[in-house]
């Protein structure tokens, strides 16, 4: 196994919780010792902004991604220990259109990422996706090693997860990456109050039960406050259970992917 990690957060939907947990997970890694890099690629930028990060003029993923600037120079720091980002950009959306032009438009990202390996500085990279599978995501689909399936627990949860699946075999099918995993699903926005949530955790439970993660992040307003002051949770509030949830989350994927600490 490479000593570094890439996972994609994706889901064609949006609101179900993808940023909550790229900036959450991405932290708690970096709690764990874990050296990681977050990578912003959707265009509204929530997760640049979530951990109160300004972008640099000319500094983010796009020149990354088209191939015109060197991803280590790129890289900002976050001010936190062991988490670094790549921030997005508003003009990423135009990104789309410029990449489709590009020869190899849907390994722009993977190969960008090289670099990256050789040095071996992260041992884990978290990709936050756009709500769409276009070409951004198709792009960090193309560099992951795994797919971490962000699923509200919601009524029809299951309906919009078939699409993201096949996903994945269409791209091994396609010879576009045919090392995607599909790494987990993780439950987001959990409800203690209604059986409607614990219903969806068993329906996913009983019909994935190899790619469920034990942990459940409950819904909490915490973990909704804490983007508008640009903190994770963990500096947010410490001991909110969905601080609790995020670090047990970033046990298990330490544990599942064999991730190696500094
Ligand atoms: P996505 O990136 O999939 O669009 P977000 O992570 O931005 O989803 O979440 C959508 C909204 O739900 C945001 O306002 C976010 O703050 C909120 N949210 C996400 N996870 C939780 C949670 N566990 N508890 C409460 N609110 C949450
Ligand atoms: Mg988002």
Not at 205 to 227: H, K, Y
């Amino acid at each position: 196994m490479a000593s570094t990690t890439v996972f994609t957060i994706a889901n064609q939907k949006g609101g179900v919780g993808k940023t909550t947990t790229a900036v959450n997970l991405a932290a708690a890694l970096a709690e764990q010792k874990v050296p990681t890099l977050l990578i912003d690629l959707d265009p509204q930028a929530n997760a640049t902004s979530g951990l109160g990060i300004e972008k640099e003029e000319g500094r983010s993923v796009y020149p990354v991604l088209l191939g015109e600037g060197n991803i280590e120079d790129m890289v900002v720091e976050t001010g936190r220990k062991n988490l670094y980002l790549l921030t997005s950009e508003t003009d990423l959306a135009a990104a789309e259109i410029e990449l489709a032009q590009q020869e190899d438009y849907l390994l722009q990202l993977k190969n960008a990422l090289a670099p990256l390996f050789e040095s071996g500085q992260y041992r884990a990279v978290v990709i936050d996706c756009p709500p769409a599978l276009g070409m951004l995501s198709m792009n960090s689909l193309a560099a992951a090693d795994y797919l971490l399936v962000a699923l509200q627990c919601e009524y029809l949860a299951l309906e919009g997860l078939g699409q993201i699946l096949s996903v994945v075999d269409r791209l091994h099918e396609a010879g576009v990456n045919e090392e995607l995993q599909v790494g987990g699903i993780i439950m987001t926005m959990f409800d203690v109050r209604t059986n409607l949530s614990r219903e969806v955790v068993e329906e996913v439970r009983t019909n994935l039960p190899d790619q469920i993660f034990n942990t459940v992040i409950p819904r909490t307003i915490r973990l909704s406050e804490a983007p508008s002051f640009g903190q994770s949770i963990f500096e947010y509030d410490k001991s909110n259970p969905g601080a609790t949830a995020y670090r047990n989350l970033a046990k298990e994927v330490i544990k599942r992917f064999e991730l190696k600490k500094k």
